[in-house]
């Protein structure tokens, strides 16, 4: 492992949400396996007035129990709009520095509004405060969303490489720092069994599932003006699809694994034209009865106009055009308000090539799952013989629960990532290239969408799979999603909630 040398965590939008609910337990969990450096500090910073000690009550009372980087926290006030309040972050940061005996290395995450991820680096370049000249490192976190669109995410890209070089730049997805999304790569390409079979000879489709249960919450204000495409789809899931699809990269560097997910991401085949109406299907919630519990639909929730079009499920069919992949389909789907919270991978394999046996269900019977939450593990669909007279074939599954591996339990994404920000290691940060590339193929979709009105928004009842468009786009008589319970091994259409 990396040392991770003395710095100066800097946390813009420290008053908001997600410094409280995953920075700070990161960084205390961090603190508890002592992975913290020993010369550190985390200065938050907001345009709210509060003193370090009054910071610190704010965000102890957000805490399960008492840390002890509760001590290493500090706050500044100041609008980081503002470029005239830039100069006193500087004397401040000087001021800790001299005090904690701390190096001159900084990471900025940025926490705030998007519209804030440009002007924040300008101001800081203009007071050199990213400059590695001195020879002491400079990163800066940028949170999601990154762009809204593809020339949103280029005119991000050239404003943050004006300012700082790509090495710089840690762009959040974490997804990627979960546990069970890097046991894919050790899955993949720490095992002989599986990669010889990972390829169009051998693999009929691929099915990724993110679903939630919950709706849109109090955040309907915000969702309204990006929807599903834009904050599961174009980010979580393509980079799920990167990692399954990638080809082994040489060694286990960042450069080397961004490489491979970049050209799976330069291989998708651009859905446009009629393709868009038969290959994306787009839904939205609308108001039923879930288990006696009256729902409410999605335009009439807090913040939504009650004329939205936004999209609260979609499901898209994919192809990637490379040696590996071609004529394959994936499938990808999310959505909110759906039976179940769970994100998992299915990779169906190809039914015998003749019928020997007499079965019940299907013949698709081949499925390795990975399960990425909850109930984290994978799990193989195999035929084997019923007991007693003939050869009829009953399904069976072979499961193993990342669970079972250790009693440690699997950290937070943010733990993860922090810990990574702050050993200079990007491997599990999107690149620039790859964001781009995203985004470059999900942009006709959504100029489609908004230009043209006759491309139906389904509407579908809380508490079922989305819309029913949806459920036979999976092409082939044998074929349809897997309809994924909370616990890995069960599955079907009548899950419990
Ligand atoms: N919350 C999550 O779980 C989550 C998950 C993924 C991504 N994100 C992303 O992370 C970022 C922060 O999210 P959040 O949920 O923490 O948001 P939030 O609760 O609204 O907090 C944002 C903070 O930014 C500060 N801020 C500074 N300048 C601002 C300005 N001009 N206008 C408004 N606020 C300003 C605000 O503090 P002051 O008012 O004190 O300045 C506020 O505390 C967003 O970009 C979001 O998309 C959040």
């Not at 450096?37 to 008492?66: C, Q, W």
């Not at 390409?189 to 010889?196: A, C, L, R, V």
């Not at 109406?277 to 639909?297: D, L, P, T």
């Not at 928004?457 to 319970?485: F, K, N, Q, V």
């Amino acid at each position: 492992m990396n040392r991770t040398s003395d710095h100066i965590l800097v946390i813009f939008g420290a008053s908001g949400d997600l410094t409280r609910r995953k920075l700070i337990p990161a960084l205390a969990e961090l603190k508890k396996l002592k992975l913290l450096p020993n010369n550190f500090a985390v200065l938050g910073i907001g345009r709210t007035v509060y003193s370090d000690s009054s910071y610190r009550d704010m965000i102890s009372s957000h805490l399960e129990e008492r840390s002890d980087v509760l001590e290493m926290l500090y706050y500044h006030a100041m609008d980081p709009e503002k470029s005239e309040d830039y100069p006193g972050l500087q004397k401040r940061l000087e001021e800790l520095k001299g005090q904690l005996k701390i190096d001159a290395n900084y990471i900025f995450y940025l926490a705030t509004p998007p519209s804030l991820y440009g002007v924040i680096p300008t101001s800081l370049a203009d007071i050199g405060l990213l400059s590695e000249d001195n020879g002491f490192w400079k990163r800066v976190i940028i949170e999601k969303p990154f762009g809204t669109d593809i020339d949103s995410a280029r005119e991000l890209n050239s404003s943050l490489l004006m300012q700082l070089k790509e090495h710089q730049i840690y762009r959040i997805d974490h997804y990627l720092g979960k546990e069970t999304v890097q046991n894919v790569l050790v899955t993949r390409f720490s095992n002989g069994i599986f990669e010889p079979l990972w390829n169009r000879n051998f693999i009929h489709h691929v099915e990724i599932t993110s679903s939630e249960s919950l709706g849109v919450g109090t955040r309907g204000g915000y969702y309204d003006h990006s929807g599903a495409l834009r904050d599961m789809l174009q980010n979580h899931l393509l980079q799920l699809v990167g990692l399954v699809a990638m080809e082994p990269p040489t060694v286990i560097s960042s450069d080397a694994i961004r490489n491979e997910v970049l050209k799976v991401f330069q291989s998708f085949r651009t859905i446009e034209g009629e393709d868009i109406e038969r290959h994306v299907i787009r839904g939205q919630y609308i108001s039923s009865h879930v288990r006696g519990e009256s729902m409410a639909g999605y335009r009439d929730e807090k913040g939504v106009p009650g004329e939205s079009r936004t999209e609260t499920f979609v499901a898209v069919k994919l192809f990637i055009d490379n040696w590996r992949w071609g004529g394959v389909p994936f499938y990808i789907r999310t959505g909110k308000r759906l039976p179940n919270r769970v994100t998992e991978i299915v990779v169906h394999f190809n039914p015998t090539p003749h019928t020997l046996f007499a079965s019940e269900g299907t013949g698709n019977r081949n499925q390795l799952v990975i399960r990425i939450q909850p109930d984290e593990g994978i799990l193989l669909k195999f035929g084997m013989k019923e007991q007693g007279a003939g050869f009829k074939v009953q399904e069976a599954n072979m499961d193993f629960l990342y669970k079972d591996l250790s009693d440690s339990y699997i950290p937070e994404a943010y733990q993860r990532l922090l810990l990574d920000c702050m050993q200079g290691d990007s491997t599990l940060y999107a690149r620039g290239d790859a964001v781009e590339a995203a985004w470059r193929f999900v942009d006709p979709i959504l100029k489609a969408w908004q230009n043209d009105p006759a491309i139906p928004l389904h509407g579908y009842p809380c508490g079922t799979w989305g819309p029913e468009m949806a459920d036979s786009m999976i092409e082939g008589a044998e074929y349809t999603w897997r309809y994924p319970c909370k616990n890995l091994a069960d599955d079907g259409l009548y899950c419990e909630l």
